[in-house]
């Protein structure tokens, strides 16, 4: 049976994390196209963390930034230079746990309802400002397309 999550929380992350991936900015192509190359970032990382984890990351300014593509690494060393590397920095974060009755209703409906447009007004309602113009962090756990009710979670940088 579906119960819906979207449930908020704060965060400090207290390490960096790497990220290993695609650029849009870099490769010309499409932010959303990205994820159908997925497979040659796979062949290629090195020191990629175990579980795995995918995301993808807005960058400001906001529109007109890049979207990178990745999986967490933990060393940038030896890393393939046609693709690009980016860390998430330490700080404080509004976290969104959010699911779906499907694949298709997280990547569509629920990413933008809870994900992109709700995060803010969520956050503002609990008394929290994000930072407006400053990453942007969609995280995908490993084996996202085999779960019964997908879930996925979304970092927005807390403003100090």
């Not at 999550?5 to 196209?33: P, Q, Y």
């Not at 040659?40 to 807005?58: C, E, F, L, S």
């Not at 393939?80 to 009755?101: E, H, K, L, M, W």
Request: hydrophobic share 35%; glycine share 8%.
């Amino acid at each position: 049976m579906y119960i819906e999550k979207n449930e908020l929380s704060i965060i400090t992350l207290e390490k960096e994390i790497k990220i290993f991936g695609l650029s849009h900015k870099k490769t010309g192509i499409g932010a959303f196209d990205l994820w159908s190359k997925k497979s040659d970032i796979m062949r290629d990382v090195k020191h990629a963390k175990i579980p795995q984890t995918n995301y993808g990351i807005w960058t400001p300014p906001h529109p007109g930034g890049d979207y990178i593509v990745g999986t967490e690494v933990t060393d940038f060393e030896g890393q393939n230079d046609a693709y690009s590397t980016f860390t998430i920095p330490t700080g404080r974060y509004v976290q969104i746990t959010f699911n779906a009755q499907n694949i298709d209703e997280l990547l569509s409906d629920k990413i933008w309802s809870c994900g992109v447009e709700g995060i803010r007004e969520r956050a503002k309602e609990h008394g929290i400002t994000v930072a407006k113009d400053d990453i942007t962090v969609e995280i995908y756990p490993n084996g996202l397309f085999e779960m019964q009710y997908p879930e996925m979670l979304y970092l927005w940088r807390i403003k100090e």
